[in-house]
Nanobody, 119 residues
Framework: QVQLVESGGGLVQAGGSLRLSCAAS????????MGWFRQAPGKEREFIAA????????RYADSVKGRFVISRDNVKNTMYLQMNSLKPVDTAVYYC????????????WGQGTQVTVSS
């Protein structure tokens, strides 16, 4: 069983930065694709970014492209999301997730971390 724990959320002013971390335990995720999602109040969970097992391939939602950077450290079994130029619309609970490289859906999810951006 894989456990994912997010950290790094908090309150930040518009234009500021935060770095989220997602620490995995239970097994090594070197063969897993990982991703970040978020859910704002009253809205559905949405995809933010994903990264392949090696870190060499990444994908972003248009809403965060150019502002957020996803990365991973397979030695530390940890994934990161560097969030820059934050906007109030980025306010949400952020979740990390993992799935086997060739699986269709994400299998493991963290409990989420709150990010609040004030104007």
């Amino acid at each position: 069983q894989v456990q994912l724990v997010e950290s790094g959320g908090g309150l930040v002013q518009a234009g500021g930065s935060l770095r989220l971390s997602c620490a995995a335990s239970g097994r090594t995720l070197t063969s897993y694709r990982m991703g970040w999602f978020r859910q704002a109040p009253g809205k559905e969970r949405e995809f933010i970014a994903a990264i392949d097992w090696s870190g060499g391939s990444t994908r972003y939602a248009d809403s965060v492209k150019g502002r957020f950077v996803i990365s991973r450290d397979n030695v530390k079994n940890t994934m990161y999301l560097q969030m820059n130029s934050l906007k109030p619309v980025d306010t949400a609970v952020y979740y990390c997730a993992a799935r086997p490289q060739f699986a269709v859906t994400y299998t493991y999810w963290g409990q989420g971390t709150q990010v609040t951006v004030s104007s």
